[in-house]
């Protein structure tokens, strides 16, 4: 089984000031990983596929970096209703595994 | 407009089941393998189970394994979770999501709204 595990826990960001979370595999996924956002009480949505694809009606202040183990999902400039939960996922492999998640919030 | 709807859920006693349904609607629902996440209070997301679109083909996470089921009525658009043995650690909601492919893994691109499954004497 793959080991997805996110950096930091809670990353603390003023309204408009850049956030970046981190997503680390246990071994290369190459680029099959997706970055989902749930806030609370909600479903999670999916925000970003293949690493870097921005899924439909996903906002151009979200973006998806990297390959094989490291990976980033960057907010340049979150506003209010991006203040949420962040996981990664692989899709490469059974069974697929997530992240234990980044709390975006606000300073 | 693609919609999953679950329900289901319930209280149940440690031991006993549940079946869990999720209706799709707003897409082809054979042209799609479907999942059950869950999120139990306090943790992260957990996959749990996927059924690929003909339903010939199914999959299953370690600790729901010999306990779960997962089914699929394509002529009626519906996926379902047959839960045997609860365990208070299978407290959660449970999500079913689509996803983008018939077969193999897969990232998750419409989930439901959820359903509260607890097991608790």
């Known amino acids: ?107 | 407009e693609v919609q999953l709807l679950e329900s289901g859920g319930g209280l149940v006693q440690p031991g006993g089941s549940l079946r869990l349904s999720c209706a799709a609607s707003g897409f082809t629902f054979s042209n799609h393998a479907m999942t059950w996440v869950r999120h139990a209070p306090g943790k992260g997301l957990e996959w749990v189970s996927a059924i690929v679109g003909s339903g010939g083909r199914t999959y299953y996470a370690d600790p729901v394994k010999g306990r779960f089921t997962i089914s699929r009525d394509n002529s009626k658009n519906t996926l379902y979770l047959q839960m045997n043995s609860l365990r208070a650690e299978d407290t959660a909601v449970y999500y079913c999501a689509k996803c983008l492919k018939p077969d193999g893994t897969c990232y998750f691109d419409c989930w439901g709204q959820g359903t509260l499954v607890t097991v608790s004497s």
């Open chain 1, 1 to 107: 089984e793959i080991v997805m595990t996110q950096s930091p826990a809670t990353l603390s960001v003023s309204p408009g000031e850049r956030a970046t979370l981190s997503c680390r595999a246990s071994q290369s996924i190459s680029n099959i990983l997706a970055w989902y956002q749930q806030k609370p009480g909600q479903a999670p949505r999916l925000v970003i596929y293949d690493a870097s694809t921005r899924a439909t009606g996903v906002p151009l202040t979200f973006s998806g970096s990297g390959s094989g183990t490291e990976f980033t999902l960057t907010i340049s400039s979150p506003q209010s209703e991006d203040f949420a939960v962040y996981y990664c996922q692989q899709y490469l492999s059974w069974p697929p595994t997530f992240g234990q998640g980044t709390k975006v919030e606000m300073k």
